[in-house]
């Protein structure tokens, strides 16, 4: 399961990202900076181009972060709260009325967005790292989304302080292509 990447086959913006558990805590993230992270997302394909995604962003410094680092667990607080940007998503699983049935493409397009985000900013030197440990409960109620929106995850974006492993676990293309199957179908 272990692959070496190097030297890489695919994009290096591909091949270099991987998800810090250090970031530098002098290098903020500008206005600027911010607008290209959130257009890239923006650009993201969706089932019927529906877009059902939202972001929460936050600042160091800024109140936007204390509403949002104190729900974080202990294991992502040692890391995510030196990032320069820490962003809460949200994905809109009712369309338009809560009323109605769960959207079944909301979090798949919400994952290509936070995609596009996370390249993006391994275009622009940064790196993210994606994670689920925090208090989705309590942060639901400091945040308040709209109904039919629900917090999903949140990603600590901002210049790696650590290395790149030099190895990772990955499944093989085989296992990808085979695994959803039983052996007898595979071979039909
Ligand atoms: C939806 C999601 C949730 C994750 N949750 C956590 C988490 O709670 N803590 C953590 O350290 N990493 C978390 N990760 C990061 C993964 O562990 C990481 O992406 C994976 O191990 C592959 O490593 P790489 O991103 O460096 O290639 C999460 C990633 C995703 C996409």
């Known amino acids: 399961m272990e692959d070496d990447l190097d030297p890489p086959r695919i994009h290096p913006l591909l091949a270099e990202r991987f998800s810090p558990y ?8 500008d ?6 992270l959130l257009e890239a997302a923006r650009w993201a394909p969706s089932a019927g181009n529906s877009q059902p995604w939202g972001f929460y962003t936050s600042r160091p410094g800024k109140p936007e972060h204390e509403r949002v680092v104190r729900y974080l667990a202990p294991s992502s607080a040692r ?23 769960y959207s079944e493409f909301a ?13 993006q ?6 790196a993210a790292h994606q994670f689920r440990a925090f208090n989705l409960e309590a942060l639901t109620l400091e945040l308040r989304p709209n ?12 210049k790696a302080a650590d290395m790149r ?3 990772r676990d990955r499944r093989s293309i085989a296992d990808l292509c085979s695994a959803p199957w039983s052996l007898s179908e595979v071979a039909l």
């Open 22 to 29: 250090k970031f530098d805590p002098l290098t903020a993230i």
């Open 31 to 36: 206005d600027y900076s911010l607008g290209l």
């Open 79 to 101: 890391w995510a709260t030196d990032a320069g940007l820490l962003v809460v998503t949200l994905a809109r699983r009712h369309v338009g009325n809560p009323q109605l049935p």
């Open 107 to 119: 979090d798949y397009d919400l994952g290509q967005a936070v995609a596009h985000l996370t390249i």
């Open 121 to 126: 900013a391994q275009s622009m030197g940064l």
């Open 147 to 158: 109904p039919g929106w629900a917090i999903a995850s949140m990603i600590a974006i901002g």
């Open 165 to 167: 492993p030099k190895t």
